[in-house]
């Protein structure tokens, strides 16, 4: 007989953790087949590495929590509660292509967030899972704000469009010109 210990979680609520962690790098790597698929890279070249990055370091969080420290049992409900609501918040934003199975792992992250927070339901253990979660959701924010305002020129030709954010810009043989709307 093994006796568990004292801050050790029980089988379940690990493979609460494991279920999403793979399907994460299964998604990861859906997402850069499809995208490979579809031919010339989009202007906003940055979007499919930063969603990819992001993805990943959702799954490292949610592998994080699982290891047996002392320290890292008090953080586990606010390092699952900042992987839930940075998934949750990208299923939203992706919905029409990877998010169905982005909220499938973030349901699972989210089961393990709530056992997380009910093992030490206690004031500190709410206020660390509401900063994680505000934390990852603002780290997505301003990731896609800078790979969406990322805009290369071609070294020759001449092009012009807007960002996904309204920015209007020109490009004529490698120089930008951007303007600026009121």
């Avoid at 399907?23 to 202007?43: C, D, F, M, N």
Wanted: net charge positive.
């Amino acid at each position: 007989m093994v006796a568990a210990r004292p801050y050790s979680e029980g089988w379940a609520t690990r493979a609460l953790v494991a279920v999403p962690v793979a399907a994460l790098v299964a998604i990861v790597a859906g997402y850069i087949a499809i995208t490979k698929r579809q031919g010339p890279t989009p202007t906003d070249f940055l979007t499919v590495p930063f969603v990819s990055a992001y993805l990943l370091s959702m799954a490292v969080i949610l592998a994080t929590s699982l290891i047996e420290r002392r320290r890292i049992k008090s953080l586990r409900p606010a390092l699952r509660a900042a992987a839930s609501a940075g998934l949750v918040a990208l299923g939203f934003l992706a919905n029409s292509s990877i998010g169905p199975a982005i909220f499938l792992a973030a349901a699972f992250a989210i089961a393990a967030t709530v056992v997380s927070i009910m093992s030490a339901l206690r004031r500190a253990t709410l206020i660390g899972a509401a900063i994680g979660a505000v934390l990852s959701v603002a780290w997505l924010a301003f990731g896609l704000e800078v790979a969406w305002n990322v805009i290369v020129c071609p070294p020759t030709g001449q092009s012009s469009g807007i960002t996904p954010t309204g920015v209007h810009y020109d490009c004529s043989d490698g120089y930008l010109t951007i303007h600026y709307t009121q």
